[in-house]
């Protein structure tokens, strides 16, 4: 027994050792919202397929089958799953939850991989007309029209209810909180978990943090003097000790995402995370990350990606971002990358970072011994 697991440790070399989750996200769930005016209610409910969708089966079954990854997070918006007629808590629109269960089911149950849920919110519920910063900050007893801490648990509690059953989902708590008291985000996550666990549900919860959940920035203030994430996020209670941290880390200037140039290296930036994670017992995903169509940034991204491996505290990543909507739109980084969704071209008509930054800095790094069987967890 001891000896048939080391085995193929030994000859894919240590560094895959502890790499259990690897892909992308699927961003298009919560499409169509944005408005440039700030118009409140823009885009809700909005249209299956036309303003929003979460993945296409197709491409999906190229990542699973073609490039043997095992992790897709996929994104929903809290505002589309609990309209603001029902108030954030059990209460779905089943039509939409049956629409982002049905990407769900083909990820875990049709094609064998992991499912990470990303209500892809800011920890912010009611107005998502100019994410990120549009819309009450959840728990914010100071503005009548917040979402309460409480309700934040119902919705989870109902959310994870309805997953029990399924071993390979995983629950992201929130996209990017920020600009928020960092001890507010530490109920709301709290409250979270605890929605969570009393629901029954034992997968693996992962736990963002403020600032953008940015890892390079996790030992220091954000925003108008927010404690840093670092101060707050080792006091996460789950019975079951099942939860890592969620971060995110582009390598632009700004860490931002929206630029060409990769001139943040991602070891340096998160080596005070890492060894916070260390210190603290924790594990954690990088579920952002990302560069541009350059070979400076197919270098950067490679070193991130080989970073991680090498560091027992990170057990995963998913690069930013695939999904059926983005079109020749970039999500990331700057103009002429285009999206990670094969088979779709940039905006000179070019192929997209599918064929470019996942061909030159990921594909190599995808590890061969990924987790493919179990309930999602930190081992
Ligand atoms: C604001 O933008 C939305 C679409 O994003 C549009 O429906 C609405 O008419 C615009 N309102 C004004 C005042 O321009
Ligand atoms: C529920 O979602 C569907 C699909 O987007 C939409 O047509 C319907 O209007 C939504 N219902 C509510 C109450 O928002
Ligand atoms: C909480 O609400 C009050 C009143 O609307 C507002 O002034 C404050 O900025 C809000 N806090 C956060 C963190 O959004
Ligand atoms: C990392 O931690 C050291 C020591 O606390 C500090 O001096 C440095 O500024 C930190 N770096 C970042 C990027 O936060
Ligand atoms: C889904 O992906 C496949 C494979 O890349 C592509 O041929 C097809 O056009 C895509 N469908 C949609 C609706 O984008
Ligand atoms: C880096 C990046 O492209 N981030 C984008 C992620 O997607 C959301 C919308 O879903 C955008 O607001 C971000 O700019």
Redesign the pocket.
């Known amino acids: 027994m001891f000896l048939s697991y080391l085995t193929p440790y030994i000859f894919l070399g240590a560094a895959w050792a502890k790499i259990l989750y690897a892909g992308v996200n699927e961003s298009g769930g919560e499409f169509g919202v944005f408005?440039?005016?700030g118009?409140v209610g823009?885009g809700l409910p909005g249209r299956f397929g036309v303003d929003y969708a979460f993945i296409n089966k197709s491409t999906v079954d190229i990542f699973v089958d073609k490039e043997k990854v095992n992790f897709f997070r996929v994104t929903l918006l809290m505002e589309r799953m609990c309209p603001l007629s029902f108030g954030l808590g059990r209460k779905f629109n089943e039509t939409y939850f049956a629409e982002f269960a049905d990407a769900i089911n083909y990820i875990t149950l049709r094609k064998g991989a992991y499912a990470l849920i990303d209500p892809h919110n800011y920890m912010r519920y009611n107005d998502p007309s100019s994410q990120p910063f549009s819309g009450s900050v959840i728990g914010n007893t100071s503005d009548p029209t917040a979402a309460t801490t409480q309700q934040f648990g119902d919705f989870w509690h109902e959310l994870a209810r309805r997953f029990v059953l399924n071993p390979k989902v995983v629950f992201g708590i929130n996209n990017e909180p920020h600009d928020m008291p960092t001890e507010l985000l530490l109920k709301n996550n709290q409250a979270a978990i605890n929605g969570i666990r009393s629901a029954g549900a034992r997968q693996l919860i992962l736990a963002p943090g403020n600032g953008f959940t940015g890892g390079h920035s996790w030992t220091q203030v954000t925003g108008a003097g927010d404690a840093p994430s670092s101060d707050f996020l080792n006091k996460l209670f789950d019975p079951i000790r099942n939860t890592a941290i969620d971060v995110h880390e582009y390598l632009d200037i700004d860490f931002s995402g929206q630029h060409a140039e990769c001139t943040q290296p991602g070891p340096s930036n998160l080596a005070n995370v890492t060894t916070w994670l260390r210190e603290n017992h924790l594990k954690a995903v990088l579920s952002e990350f990302g560069g541009g169509n350059n070979e400076n940034c197919f270098q950067q991204v490679d070193e991130l990606v080989k970073y991680l491996a090498a560091n027992d505290e990170w057990i995963g990543w998913t690069i930013w971002a695939a999904g059926p909507l983005w079109g020749t739109a970039s999500p990331c980084c700057g103009p002429d990358t285009g999206s990670l969704e094969p088979g779709q071209v940039n905006d000179l008509g070019e192929p997209d970072a599918f064929t470019t930054v996942w061909a030159n800095a990921i594909r190599p790094n995808i590890p061969k011994n990924l987790k493919r069987s179990g309930i999602s967890s930190l081992h």
Do not use: E, I, V
Request: hydrophobic content about 20%; charged content about 0%.
């Open positions: 408005s440039a005016n118009t823009t």
